[in-house]
């Protein structure tokens, strides 16, 4: 399909992937940031913020990539977009009750993802 037919419902799901992809890397820099702080205040903490930290990083990378896979319509940009989406709602039930934004954020990336005419926009 071409750009000019591009469903409404995949313009909405590459912002709001864009966006939780920005939520990631806000809070990869915020850890990374205060690794050092936090390993003060509680000694051998540092690794798990720093681990923490480059996680987020590297699921905020590659949710961006994957969004450009989506607005570009890319087949292979589905699959992985439904993997880092169950891992990133896993992650935001981990961090209850402050994950309640990014869980409600993947659960309708999911909902669009599953529409039968994006489904076939990418070839699913």
């Not at 071409?2 to 809070?27: G, H, K, M, N």
């Not at 205040?41 to 990378?61: C, D, H, K, M, R």
């Not at 990014?102 to 909902?111: E, F, G, H, R």
Request: net charge neutral; no cysteine; charged share 5%.
């Amino acid at each position: 399909m071409s750009e000019s037919s591009r469903p409404t419902d995949v313009i909405i799901l590459v912002v709001l992937q864009v966006i939780a992809s920005l939520l990631l890397l806000a809070t990869a820099a915020g850890t990374l940031a205060l690794t050092a702080a936090v390993g003060a205040l509680v000694p051998g903490l540092e690794t798990l913020a720093l681990f923490l930290g480059v996680i987020f990083l590297i699921l905020g990378s590659a949710g961006l990539a994957v969004a450009w896979g989506l607005w570009t319509a890319q087949p292979w940009a589905w699959t992985p977009t439904l993997v880092l989406t169950a891992i990133n709602i896993l992650g935001g039930l981990l961090s209850l009750p402050s994950g309640w934004l990014t869980i409600l954020i993947y659960v309708v990336i999911i909902y669009y993802l599953y529409r039968p005419h994006v489904k076939e926009y990418f070839g699913k």
